[in-house]
């Protein structure tokens, strides 16, 4: 979701929502990929999106995706806290257990589709 808090508007408004679904695909795919059962900081999220997919986004678009994802209801935030950047403790987000991302379009949350 793009939050238009810049109040843009024409081609200028629908170029921003595409990135925005863009980033948050990425990130729901980084979930779906990386440490599923440890679960992934902001900024865990932004040195994978460094190393791995040739992305620099700023980290507040990333907590912006995660937030979105969130209140989606596609991920979680936890309670729990892991070293982050700036030396600064940051929650953890997991894929939320009963709606994880299936994988393949199977009608079990979580399960491969083998045949494919």
């Known amino acids: 979701m793009y939050y238009n808090t810049n109040n843009e508007s024409g ?3 629908i170029e921003s929502r595409s990135k925005a679904k863009t980033q948050d695909d ?8 990386w440490r599923q059962s ?10 994978i999106l460094i190393h791995h997919h040739d992305k620099n986004w700023p980290l507040t678009s ?3 995706s995660i937030s979105t ?3 989606s209801g596609k991920l ?19 894929f939320k257990p009963q709606t994880r991302q299936d994988l393949n379009d199977t009608n079990t949350p979580g399960q491969r589709d083998n045949r494919l």
């Open 38 to 47: 440890d679960g992934l900081t902001p900024s865990e999220i932004e040195e």
């Open 76 to 94: 979680t935030k936890t309670n729990e806290l892991r070293g982050g950047k700036y030396n600064k403790n940051e929650h953890i987000w997991r």
């Open 69 to 71: 994802l969130t209140n």
């Open 62 to 64: 990333i907590r912006r």
């Open 11 to 13: 081609e200028e408004l």
């Open 26 to 33: 990425i990130i729901l795919d980084i979930f779906n990929t």
